[in-house]
C-alpha cells in the first residue's frame, strides 16, 4: 500500500501564491506517475498537473498553465506545486495522486491511471 499526505493548503487573496507539498510512503517507488487533481464543490475532479517519474515529462490544465508548477524529489518520493497569481476559480479540494503502472515517459490526465489517493487539502483564494 501506498499512503499520501498532502499539506500546504490554506487561504490566500487572489494574485498570491500557495506551495502544496505531498509526502508519499509506505511501497512507493520513484518509478510512480504523480499527479494533482483538484474538485470544486458541485463539480467534477480534475487533473491541475502530472508529472513522470523523471520529472521530464509534465502536464497541466490550460486553466494553470504559466501559472502553476509540479515538481518532484524522487529520494524523498515527495511532490510539489507551486501555485501562483492564484484567483478565486482556484478554490478547490487539492488531492495527490499515484500512478503504479504508468509508462515511465509517460504521466496520465485521467483519474482512472491514478490508484493511489491522498485525502486532499483545502485551497481557497478570497477576491
Known amino acids: 500500500q501506498v499512503q499520501l499526505i498532502e499539506s500546504g493548503g490554506g487561504l490566500v487573496q487572489a494574485g498570491g501564491s500557495l506551495r502544496l507539498s505531498c509526502a508519499a510512503s509506505g511501497r512507493t517507488s520513484s518509478s510512480y506517475a504523480m499527479g494533482w487533481f483538484r474538485q470544486a464543490p458541485g463539480k467534477e475532479r480534475e487533473l491541475v498537473a502530472a508529472i513522470n517519474w523523471s520529472g521530464g515529462v509534465t502536464r497541466y490544465a490550460h486553466s494553470v498553465k504559466g501559472r502553476f508548477t509540479i515538481s518532484r524529489t524522487n529520494p524523498k518520493n515527495t511532490v510539489y506545486l507551486q501555485m501562483n497569481s492564484l484567483k478565486p476559480e482556484d478554490t478547490a479540494v487539492y488531492y495527490c495522486?499515484?500512478?503504479?503502472?504508468?509508462?515511465?515517459?509517460?504521466?496520465?490526465?485521467?483519474?482512472?491511471?491514478?490508484?493511489?489517493w491522498g485525502q486532499g487539502t483545502q485551497v481557497t483564494v478570497s477576491s
Open positions: 495522486a499515484a500512478d503504479s503502472s504508468s509508462p515511465l515517459g509517460y504521466a496520465g490526465d485521467k483519474i482512472y491511471e491514478y490508484h493511489y
